[in-house]
C-alpha cells in the first residue's frame, strides 16, 4: 500500500497555515518594547540551503540601552534571584508571576534556565590526550568547566552532561536528565536502531501501543529516576529525545504487518470512525490530525505516569519536539495535561517568532523550554557537513545569532530558557561519534578544549543580564 501524497502535501500546508512561515526581524513584536529599525545582516546557509542568504539580526547593541542595563546581581546558589521570591518547595517549579512564565527554584527566587548542553568530555582516544595535556584528569576538567561556565553567567546544563562529574564541583549547575523510555523500550523490544541523531521506528510508527510498554516504562523510571528523586539541583526530566510524532502517520501505522499492535489499534481506530470495511484509502487530513492526538495522549500519559510515580518532586519536561513537529497544534495540545514544561529543539529558524512560541504555549497550556538550537563557524578549521544549526563565517557572527536568538526568546513570556547546543566541538577524530556529530564547530570550547573567546564574550552580555532585559522588553525599570 503507497502513501497518499496528496494527503501528505495537505498536512504540510495546513500546518504552514497554523503557524505561518519565518516572520522577517521587523514585523511587529508583541512585547512592550518596539524593533528597532536598524539591523545587521548576516550571511548564513541553512541545514537544508545549498547557499549562504542574508538575515536581518538583532544583536544586544541595536536595541536602544540595552548593552548600558545593569548586570543582574543577587543570586542564590542555584542561580536565582533573590529579588524576585515566591513560596519554596524545595525543588523546582513552574509558575506565572503576573503574565510572564517562569521557573521558581528550591529556595523560592525566579529562575531563568540558561545552559549549555552535553557538557562532557568528547570521546576518542585523542580526546582523553587533550583533556590530559589541558585539565591533568576528569576532576579538574570539571572543576574548571564550571568556572568557564560561571564566568560566562550560565547557570546550568543540559541534557547529555556528565551531571555526577560536575555535580562534585564548588560550583555544580541546575541540571537536566534525558532518559530514553521509548528509544530504549523499542530498542529492547523490537530491535529499533539509531539514526541520525534520534531513534529509527518501523515505518516511522512510534510504537506507544505495545502490550509491553506500560510495564516497561514503570520498571524502567524505577531504575533511571530514583537515584535523582531527592536532588533539589535536579530542573528536571526528558523522557526521550526527538521522536517521530510528525503528522501523516495514520497511513503508515495502517501499513504495518496485520498483527503488529500499531495496526491493530490504527485499524481499529479507523473502522470505529469509518465503518468496518474503511482502509487507508479513506483517510482524511482530520483523521491524521485526530490520531496524531491519540498516540501521543498514549505515550505522554504513559511516560508521565511512571516519572510522576518514582519521583513527584521534579518537572517532567517533555520530549524536545523537533522538526515537522513544531508547527501541528494537536501535538502541543496533547502533551499539554502531561508535560509540565515542553521542550523543544528549534532549528532551520535565524529569528525566533514570539508568536509561535504563544501559539506553543497556548495549545499546551505549559511554558516553552528552548533545547538545542547552534551555528557553527567555518573559521573553526572544522568541515562542517553535519548538522541541523546555521553554518556563518566567524565566530563573532556565531555571538551574533546568539545574541539575536536568546534576545527573541526573552522577548517572549512563554519561554522560560535555552540549552546552546553544545559545549564541545564534534571531533572528527574519534570513531564513536554518531552521524549527526562529526566534525562541526558547535561548541563554546573546540575538541581540544580552548574555549572560543569571542563568541563567550558575545554570549555573557545576553546571560548576564537575563531578568533586566526581560523588564526591558516589557517595559518596566531595569533591575536594580
Known amino acids: 500500500m503507497k502513501q497518499n501524497p496528496f494527503l501528505i502535501a495537505s498536512l504540510i500546508a495546513l500546518a504552514a497555515n497554523v503557524?505561518?512561515?519565518?516572520?522577517?526581524?521587523?514585523?511587529?513584536?508583541?512585547?512592550?518594547?518596539?524593533?528597532?529599525?536598524?539591523?545587521?545582516?548576516?550571511?548564513?546557509?541553512?541545514?537544508?540551503?545549498?547557499?549562504?542568504?542574508?538575515?536581518?539580526?538583532?544583536?544586544?547593541?541595536?536595541?536602544?540601552?540595552a548593552?548600558?542595563?545593569?548586570?543582574?546581581?543577587?543570586?542564590?546558589?542555584?542561580?536565582?534571584?533573590?529579588?524576585?521570591?515566591?513560596?519554596?518547595?524545595?525543588?523546582?517549579?513552574?509558575?506565572?508571576?503576573?503574565?510572564?512564565?517562569?521557573f521558581i527554584d528550591p529556595e523560592g527566587h525566579e529562575f531563568?534556565?540558561?545552559?549549555?548542553?552535553?557538557?562532557?568530555?568528547?570521546?576518542?582516544?585523542?580526546?582523553?590526550?587533550?583533556?590530559?595535556?589541558?585539565?591533568?584528569?576528569?576532576?579538574?576538567?570539571?572543576?574548571e568547566?564550571?568556572?568557564?561556565?560561571?564566568?560566562?553567567?550560565?547557570?546550568?546544563?543540559?541534557?547529555?552532561?556528565?551531571?555526577?562529574?560536575?555535580?562534585?564541583?564548588?560550583?555544580?549547575?541546575v541540571y537536566t536528565v534525558?532518559?530514553?523510555?521509548?528509544?530504549?523500550?523499542?530498542?529492547?523490544?523490537?530491535?529499533?536502531?539509531?539514526?541520525?541523531?534520534?531513534?529509527?521506528?518501523?515505518?516511522?510508527?512510534?510504537?506507544?501501543?505495545?502490550?509491553?510498554?506500560?510495564?516497561?516504562?514503570?520498571?524502567?523510571?524505577?531504575e533511571?529516576?530514583?537515584?535523582?528523586?531527592?536532588?533539589?539541583?535536579?530542573?528536571?526530566?526528558?523522557?526521550?529525545?526527538?521522536?517521530?510524532?510528525?503528522?501523516?502517520?495514520?497511513v503508515n501505522?495502517?501499513?504495518?504487518?496485520?498483527?503488529?499492535?500499531?495496526?491493530?489499534?490504527?485499524?481499529?481506530?479507523?473502522?470505529?470512525?469509518?465503518?468496518?470495511?474503511?482502509?487507508?484509502?479513506?483517510?482524511?487530513?482530520?483523521?491524521?490530525?485526530?490520531?496524531?492526538?491519540?498516540?501521543?495522549?498514549?505515550?505522554?500519559?504513559?511516560?508521565s505516569a511512571a516519572i510522576k510515580r518514582h519521583d513527584p518532586n521534579h518537572l517532567f519536561l517533555g520530549s524536545r519536539f523537533w522538526g515537522e513537529d513544531r508547527p501541528v497544534p494537536e501535538v502541543f495540545r496533547a502533551c499539554g495535561p502531561y508535560c509540565d514544561v515542553v521542550s523543544v529543539n528549534w532549528y532551520n529558524t535565524w529569528t525566533p517568532q514570539e508568536d509561535v512560541i504563544a501559539t506553543w504555549a497556548r495549545e499546551s497550556g505549559r511554558p516553552i523550554l528552548i533545547t538545542e538550537y547552534y551555528a557553527k563557524g567555518m573559521d573553526s578549521g572544522l568541515g562542517n557537513k553535519s548538522g541541523a544549526g546555521f553554518l556563518v563565517h566567524t565566530q563573532k557572527e556565531r555571538g551574533l545569532f546568539y545574541q539575536n536568538f536568546t534576545l527573541a526568546l526573552l522577548r517572549s513570556k512563554n519561554c522560560v530558557g535555552w540549552h546552546w547546543f553544545r559545549y564541545a566541538d564534534n571531533d572528527p577524530r574519534s570513531a564513536k561519534e554518531d552521524p549527526s556529530n562529526l566534525d562541526s564547530n558547535k561548541g563554546i570550547v573546540n575538541m581540544d578544549y580552548q574555549p572560543y573567546l569571542t563568541l563567550l564574550d558575545m554570549m555573557k552580555p545576553v546571560n548576564e543580564r537575563v531578568f533586566a532585559l526581560m523588564d526591558y522588553f516589557d517595559g518596566k525599570k531595569a533591575n536594580k
Open 145 to 173: 568547566t564550571m568556572a568557564l561556565l560561571r564566568k560566562y553567567s550560565f547557570n546550568g546544563t543540559g541534557g547529555w552532561s556528565d551531571d555526577a562529574l560536575l555535580s562534585k564541583t564548588p560550583n555544580r549547575p
Open 67 to 102: 548593552a548600558a542595563l545593569p548586570a543582574d546581581a543577587g543570586f542564590d546558589h542555584y542561580g536565582g534571584l533573590l529579588g524576585r521570591t515566591h513560596k519554596a518547595t524545595g525543588y523546582f517549579r513552574v509558575e506565572k508571576p503576573g503574565d510572564r512564565w517562569m
Open 19 to 65: 503557524f505561518g512561515q519565518e516572520a522577517p526581524s521587523s514585523a511587529k513584536s508583541p512585547s512592550a518594547r518596539p524593533l528597532p529599525d536598524k539591523e545587521i545582516i548576516i550571511q548564513a546557509v541553512g541545514e537544508k540551503e545549498i547557499e549562504y542568504k542574508p538575515r536581518a539580526t538583532l544583536a544586544l547593541d541595536q536595541w536602544p540601552g
Open 253 to 303: 501505522y495502517l501499513q504495518l504487518p496485520e498483527g503488529d499492535s500499531g495496526h491493530d489499534a490504527a485499524t481499529a481506530w479507523l473502522r470505529e470512525r469509518h465503518g468496518k470495511n474503511a482502509t487507508a484509502a479513506q483517510v482524511t487530513p482530520q483523521d491524521e490530525k485526530d490520531f496524531t492526538k491519540v498516540v501521543l495522549d498514549r505515550y505522554y500519559r504513559v511516560v
Open 224 to 250: 533511571k529516576i530514583e537515584p535523582y528523586a531527592g536532588d533539589p539541583y535536579l530542573l528536571g526530566y526528558f523522557s526521550d529525545n526527538e521522536l517521530t510524532f510528525v503528522m501523516g502517520k495514520l
Open 112 to 143: 531563568y534556565d540558561t545552559a549549555v548542553a552535553g557538557v562532557r568530555p568528547n570521546q576518542g582516544e585523542a580526546a582523553k590526550q587533550a583533556l590530559q595535556a589541558k585539565f591533568g584528569n576528569l576532576d579538574n576538567w570539571a572543576k
Open 178 to 222: 534525558i532518559l530514553s523510555f521509548m528509544a530504549t523500550f523499542a530498542k529492547n523490544e523490537l530491535g529499533a536502531r539509531m539514526g541520525t541523531g534520534h531513534m529509527k521506528f518501523q515505518n516511522d510508527c512510534v510504537p506507544v501501543f505495545h502490550p509491553k510498554f506500560e510495564a516497561f516504562c514503570d520498571s524502567y523510571a524505577k
